[in-house]
């Protein structure tokens, strides 16, 4: 398989691969993915401090994402052995059992498919990348932490709610945006669709381009 030149970048095809992981010794990315939004996310190593707390925080939220239909992911360049006994000290030393996969990707090949060394930090470890890949293996967002800042999982969770009720409802989503929270209407582009939009008694009209809404109205 072709690696891609420089780093994935929002609206290219999520790259396909074949690896190791915690639940399969033969996983292909695209026939697990099937028709579900996928969060992969990197950490820089196993048995380290902030990567424990990530991986038991986004096990704890394992069922919202899939409430969304959406399967999550996770990767380093540890062993299989590795990830196995830090998911087996989680699950005796926290109480938290880890349910998706884990892939080890000891030879760096999916790292490198989707930018995840950055050499500046380190040359052997990956970065906290985070990539949000849509049911057509598009990539709809990504995100970068350096190593000693852990993520945030209920904003990842929310970065996916909006993808997808942006994509649903046609519309787009306002700075801070919750779950239930009124969306924007995207910009008029005509002198009569700026007409019509002044019209409509049930929009929160700020002015003629910044409009918002209930979703589904």
Known sequence: MPEPSGLPRIG????DFR???????EFSFSVWQEQDW?????????FTPVCTTELI????????????????IG??????HSHLAWLQ??????GVTIPYPVIADMDMRVSRLYGMIHPGSSTTATVRAVFVIDPKRVIRALIYYPMNAGRNVDEVLRLVTALQTA??????????WKEGDKVLVSPPKTVEEVEDRLRHTDREIKDFYLT???PGT
Do not use: W
């Open 38 to 46: 996928v969060v992969l996310f990197s950490h820089p190593a196993d």
């Open 212 to 214: 918002l809404k209930d």
């Open 167 to 176: 994509e649903k409802y046609a519309c787009a989503t306002p700075v801070n």
């Open 19 to 25: 690896a190791i992981t915690t639940l399969s010794d």
């Open 12 to 15: 290219d095809s999520a790259p």
């Open 75 to 80: 990767m380093s360049v540890d062993s299989i």
């Open 57 to 72: 925080e986004f096990a704890r939220q394992d069922d919202q994402f899939r409430k969304r239909g959406v399967k999550l």
């Open 89 to 94: 000290s989680i699950k005796l030393k926290m």
